[in-house]
């Protein structure tokens, strides 16, 4: 297989634009996935029986089902009922929904191995469930879920790769476009490049946070 050299050059562009629809849902996913898996993990551990149920109920049904059958339920059958999504808006809110539930497992586990002897102390000082969970829990609990919650966010990058069928042009479908028109599979060499190059990327970002956040345990 030989490598055509100005297709790379031509093609640049293309995946480039490309790869910034990744980044963009990427990014936007993973933040509105950890703010909604974290409000989903307090609700599973807040002690009120409706809460814990629905959350149980969202985060079962949510990682027992493929992340392809969920998109294609947001997309094409949301607007059976009359609720019409872009392609971006569907996106985002398939991954959103999707992460979402598997940080809240991660942060279920994190906020459940911190010492029941915090909760009491913080009690004793007269701090509210909130408060005890704002000033004392989470900052552990962050510190306790930076490796997990770094496999998710690149696992995230790389599931992005799904949205191809909606139409969207994201890093894989442009690269497949390309591919069918030229008949060169080198795109797609091109476009493993660039997913491999942000997860690398993302990698030492969480490897220097984690750093970061162990000196403070010294």
Not at 31 to 47: E, P
Not at 97 to 120: D, K, V
Not at 163 to 177: E, K, P, Q
Request: charged fraction near 15%.
């Amino acid at each position: 297989m030989s490598f055509d050299f100005s297709l790379i050059w031509n093609s640049l562009p293309l995946l480039l634009a490309g790869a910034g629809v990744t980044i963009e849902i990427t990014a936007i996913a993973v933040g509105l996935g950890f703010i909604f898996g974290l409000i989903t993990s307090v609700c599973r551990l807040s002690g009120v029986k409706i809460l814990q149920v629905i959350a149980v109920c969202y985060v079962n049904i949510i990682r027992g089902t493929p992340m392809l059958v969920q998109i294609f339920l947001i997309y094409f059958a949301l607007p059976m009922v009359g609720i019409k999504l872009s392609d971006l808006t569907a996106a985002l809110f398939a991954f959103t929904l999707n992460y979402a539930a598997y940080f809240a497992e991660i942060f279920r586990a994190g906020i459940q191995s911190i010492n029941r002897g915090q909760y009491e102390a913080a009690k004793t000082l007269g701090m509210s469930y909130p408060q005890t969970m704002q000033r004392i829990i989470l900052p552990q609990v962050i510190r306790r879920v930076l490796p997990p919650i770094s496999n998710e966010t690149i696992n995230l990058v790389k599931d992005t790769s799904l949205i191809y069928i909606l139409a969207m042009n994201d890093l894989l479908r442009v690269a497949r476009t390309i591919v069918q028109r030229e008949f060169d599979m080198t795109p797609f060499i091109i476009a493993g490049i660039f997913y491999l190059g942000m997860t690398l990327v993302l990698t030492a970002i969480f490897k220097n946070l984690e750093k970061k956040y162990a000196a403070y345990d010294e």
